[in-house]
């Protein structure tokens, strides 16, 4: 059995008032009407439907790239460079294969194919895997030895891959999980180190990005963080100032070209139901990371990318390959790259037969690869070695929906049990995935649409259900534009022609550069973007969920939007309109927070004093800067996610009520003397399921206060 690599463990800008700009602005915002408004809580089920799902073709979540879909293979697999898998990777669309396996990468010496302390397969050395690359027509994601190497070795490697071979290898992680050394007690990635801290990692990570980037300036390099939210995210090791990436991402920042981090829904009893449940927390998690590089990077903030190098149903053990493991396949991989990840790395190739369990009437394996090995666990074997389990169709179903080029666009379900998933694709079509959780009932869904009309046409549609043995087009169903039927337990995805004359290939205006965040403050951001060839204005309109609305607009490439609330978040896109008022598809998402009031009559400050993972412990202060005293003081925030809350406290009350915190002085508290001249503090226990990002405004007896 091949081992696993892991243990168990509104605004507007300068505009003259033409009228026929005025006319263009009336046209564009005619076919932008659905999408204005306030935004409802969720779409409800249409007469007859069991479930509503609203698309915006005019809300972009991102572009997907050329590699969205990854996997990994690992040096202990003899199987990894079958031809059979690279024709299986290259039917599934898959761009990114990772290599040379997981934690082995800290043990793998390139130049003499071995792995001291590991066992390592035959014909699996970097030649016989770049072969399996390219016939699979994807880039390779390569790991350079940290726990055991140097950046001389890593140097040499990027010599021969890209200098000596000319694979033109592009992508190189520094290390693995490098984060489980051993210096936050649990400890099964391999460190030579004898400084195993965070701080020696960031030094290191620059020297090897200065030793291979010397060879080719033109690869990228990958630093590895820990996901928000999980261990150990929020521990400060001993001797540190601050927890794993808040000490790495600040001293590497201008040296990285993307960051790795690996997600697991849960250890090796996490059934697939249940990872599918936790699937919510994991864009919370992903926003964290770019909140974190945005802190430290600044206006550099979009050159670092997110990969998320890892991703499974659980750490390995049992209920890895039965049908709903597809399901949370297909689910994972649209969460994370809808959320920011320009890359999604299944865990793994092949992996090896573990604990049989049986999960929706058929056999589950325990096998953490989308393949089969063809290993066996006493008078239990699995199917024919290669043979695809569900997550293979899972991933492979994602590719239906959309490939290099297409846009991501937001898409709501009213049901919990029902995904959607939806991208406008290049040629102007809608293609809309939908993932029914429901083990025992089909479910009827209505579909309704913003910013595009489809045609008469018949949609193309496309199953993997009960009974599937590969992802099925579907002729004889009575599926239309508006409405669809998905069998429990079952993906489902959609594909539309638009309306002629209608959506983005009809408008003369090509799509607008993604924005940039200019200038910030409290109320106003000033945005540009680069500019569209046929734009005649341009409408800067953010989304909430799938509903959007027009917030600024101008003749030029660049608005400042004003009046917005200080400490809270806004996601934004542009829009193109042509002379006749067409639109075109929309910009790439730019998400900020506004700050908070540097002339404020209070100020705060919210210090994290220690934390381990899924807890914490904060102190608050308050300074009253006004020119009069205050007695009976209360202070407000909102958590910016749901998995946060108050525990217990001290010298203060509390109350929650969801999000929203409310904090009054202790009874026999003094006033808050004016202008600083004393203060007021409290502290509590806090706990967090999955990220813990600060709070981004404070309110004293209602007025915003500075700091944070």
């Not at 249409?46 to 590699?67: K, P």
């Not at 009253?624 to 809350?645: A, F, H, K, R």
Request: net charge negative; glycine share 12%; proline share 7%.
């Amino acid at each position: 059995m091949a081992p696993s690599h892991r243990p168990p463990h509104p605004a507007r800008g300068g505009l003259r008032p033409l009228a026929r700009a005025a006319a263009v602005l009336a046209a564009a915002l005619a076919l932008l009407s659905t999408t204005a408004g306030p935004a409802p809580a969720a779409p409800r089920a249409a007469d007859g439907a069991d479930v509503d799902v609203r698309v915006n073709a005019q809300a972009s979540l991102g572009t997907l790239t050329g590699e969205a879909r990854g996997v990994n293979t690992a040096i202990w697999d003899a199987h990894m460079n079958d031809p059979e898998v690279a024709d299986l990777m290259k039917a599934a669309d898959v761009g990114m294969m990772r290599y040379p396996g997981g934690s082995y990468a800290d043990i793998y010496h390139w130049e003499t194919h071995t792995a001291p302390g590991g066992y390592v397969a035959p014909g699996t050395g970097f030649d016989a895997f770049m072969g399996t690359v390219r016939a699979t027509g994807a880039q390779p994601m390569l790991i350079a030895n940290y726990g055991s190497g140097t950046p001389e070795e890593a140097a040499g490697w990027v010599r021969y891959a890209n200098v000596t071979k000319k694979y033109g290898a592009k992508y190189w992680e520094i290390g693995n999980e490098i984060y489980g050394n051993g210096h936050y007690g649990s400890g099964w990635e391999h460190d030579d180190h004898e400084d195993k801290s965070p701080r020696e990692y960031a030094r290191q990570v620059r020297a090897y990005a200065a030793a291979m980037k010397a060879v080719d300036p033109t690869v990228k390099i990958g630093a590895v963080l820990t996901s928000p939210g999980e261990w150990p995210d929020g521990v400060v090791g001993a001797g540190d100032s601050g927890d794993w990436n808040h000490t790495v991402l600040p001293a590497v920042a201008d040296v990285i070209d993307f960051v790795s981090v690996h997600w697991y829904a849960g250890g090796g009893d996490t059934t697939a139901d249940d990872a599918l449940d936790r699937l919510a927390k994991l864009p919370g998690e992903l926003r964290e990371v770019r909140n974190q590089i945005d802190r430290v990077a600044g206006a550099d903030s979009p050159r670092i990318k997110i990969a998320l190098s890892e991703i499974n149903t659980n750490t390995g053990g049992a209920r890895l390959t039965a049908r709903p493991n597809g399901l949370f396949a297909a689910d994972a991989f649209m969460t994370a790259l809808e959320n920011g990840v320009f890359n999604v790395d299944w865990w793994n190739t092949h992996n090896g037969i573990d604990r049989i369990t049986t999960v929706d009437g058929e056999t589950d394996y325990g096998d953490m690869g989308m393949l089969s090995s063809g290993t066996c666990s006493g008078e239990v074997c699995e199917p024919a070695v290669n043979t695809p389990f569900p997550p293979y169709y899972g991933m492979k179903m994602t590719g239906e929906l959309g490939t290099a080029g297409d846009t991501m666009v937001a898409s709501e379900s009213s049901a919990q049990d029902v995904s959607a998933h939806a991208v406008l694709r290049r040629d102007g079509r809608l293609s809309v995935m939908l993932v029914n959780r429901d083990p025992d009932a089909a479910r009827t869904v209505a579909l309704d649409y913003a910013g595009f009309t489809p045609s008469a046409t018949a949609p193309e549609v496309s199953r993997y259900a009960r009974g599937d043995d590969d992802i099925t087009e579907v002729t004889d169903g009575d599926a239309s534009a508006t409405r669809v039927t998905v069998p429990p337990y079952a993906l489902l995805t959609v594909t539309l022609e638009p309306e002629n004359g209608t959506g983005p290939a009809a408008s003369a205006a090509a799509t607008p550069g993604t924005p940039r965040l200019e200038a910030v403050t409290d109320t106003t951001a000033r945005l540009s973007w680069d500019g569209a060839t046929g734009a005649a204005r341009y409408l800067v309109q953010e989304r909430d969920g799938s509903y959007t609305r027009v917030v600024g607009e101008s003749t030029g490439t660049s608005v400042t939007l004003r009046n917005l609330p200080p400490g809270t978040p806004h996601t934004v896109n542009v829009l193109a309109s042509d002379a006749s008022g067409r639109l075109s598809g929309p910009s790439a998402p730019l998400t900020f927070t506004t700050g908070t009031p540097e002339d404020a009559a209070c100020s705060v400050t919210y210090h994290r004093d220690t934390s381990w993972g899924n807890g914490f412990v904060a102190t608050v202060t308050v300074s009253n800067l006004g020119d009069t005293p205050i007695t009976g003081w209360t202070v407000d925030w909102d958590w910016p996610t749901t998995g946060q809350s108050v525990s217990s406290w001290w010298n203060a009350t509390v109350h929650q009520t969801g999000s929203h915190v409310r904090v009054t002085a202790p009874e026999g508290a003094g006033a808050l003397a004016p202008d600083g001249g004393s203060t007021a503090s409290f502290g509590f226990v806090g706990a967090n399921d999955g990220p813990n990002p600060d709070p981004a405004a404070f309110r004293l007896n209602g007025a915003v206060c500075s700091g944070g």
